[in-house]
């Protein structure tokens, strides 16, 4: 028997009345009444009794219906679990971003989402770009803000925001602003960063070792929290992203030390694994951190 035919006496049995059954399956109450008699041609035994008013189920019925019941309402709340998911209903997004990423780029996003869709659940995790990546390849997280670039063979690249470098000072060395600097100057002081692994050092790393300097830090953290409260206590120059330090700047808790060579932009980018599909919540969730980063370009 095909299952249509049981979800014809699913629906019969549920109503005990063979037009109001039809009404329902968009059929004629011939069509239903046939597949009735063929199943139970079928199975071999009486199913329904016709009454003057309708249909009643025989033991045999009860006993059919009540095995078969759970598959369909199984299937309905299957059903029903798609729609809201596909209405946002409900569902959950993991997402991963570095602390500074998380808290200017990342969370303003997450506020509106929640406010539109306040049952989906997001996931935040927080980690170095490596550790993100290698996150995104286990199925721990679907999307990620990374600094770029990673190896696009193995990853999608969904969008991307410009971000700048800058040195900056607390009160203490604060006469180093006054004039454009070289890199072999700020060499000469003490260097706040984050630590080895993190991209932003490695680029750092990088800078100076184009001009032929090394960058030994006198002060390693992984919190940009704790890199500013460094800086403004007078323990050297912090290197940062600069759209991360803008209240502080605009506050004139700490201050941006000129230079002579023009830093080269950097980029952060939405980053999701190749060929791994994505829940609703995180496709609507993706666009909206896109066009997100669009709307700053």
Do not use: W
Not at 15 to 33: D, G, H
Not at 242 to 263: G, H, M, S
Request: positive net charge.
């Amino acid at each position: 028997m095909k299952m249509d035919t049981y979800y014809i006496f699913y629906l019969t049995a549920l109503e005990l009345n063979f037009s109001r059954a039809a009404k329902r399956l968009f059929i004629t109450q011939p069509s239903v009444s046939q597949s009735i008699a063929q199943l139970e041609n079928h199975l071999q035994t009486q199913l329904f009794q016709r009454l003057s008013k309708g249909v009643s189920l025989t033991t045999e019925g009860k006993q059919l219906f009540e095995q078969i019941k759970p598959a369909f309402e199984t299937i309905q709340l299957a059903e029903k679990t798609m729609s809201e998911r596909a209405q946002l209903k409900q569902g959950s997004i993991a997402i991963g971003a570095s602390d500074s990423a998380c808290k200017h780029l990342l969370l303003p996003i997450v506020q509106s989402f929640q406010n539109k869709y306040p049952d989906v659940h997001l996931k935040l995790q927080n980690g170095s770009t490596p550790e993100l990546l290698a996150k995104l390849q286990h199925g721990l997280i679907e999307i990620a803000l990374v600094h770029l670039p990673i190896d696009e063979q193995r990853y999608s690249v969904e969008g991307t925001y410009s971000i700048h470098s800058a040195f900056v000072v607390g009160e203490r060395y604060k006469h180093l602003t006054e004039k454009a600097k070289t890199l072999s100057q700020l060499a000469q002081y003490p260097i706040v960063t984050f630590s080895q692994q993190s991209q932003s050092r490695m680029y750092l790393n990088e800078l100076f070792a184009s001009h032929h300097l090394t960058v030994s830090p006198e002060v390693e953290v992984s919190a940009i929290d704790v890199l500013l409260a460094c800086t403004k206590i007078g323990m050297g120059i912090a290197f940062v992203t600069k759209e991360f330090v803008q209240e502080p700047l605009n506050q004139q808790d700490i201050y941006e030390i000129p230079l002579t060579t023009q830093l080269k932009k950097r980029h952060i980018g939405i980053v999701t694994t190749k060929h791994a599909p994505l829940s609703y919540a995180s496709q609507s969730f993706l666009s909206t951190l896109t066009n997100s980063f669009n709307n700053y370009k």
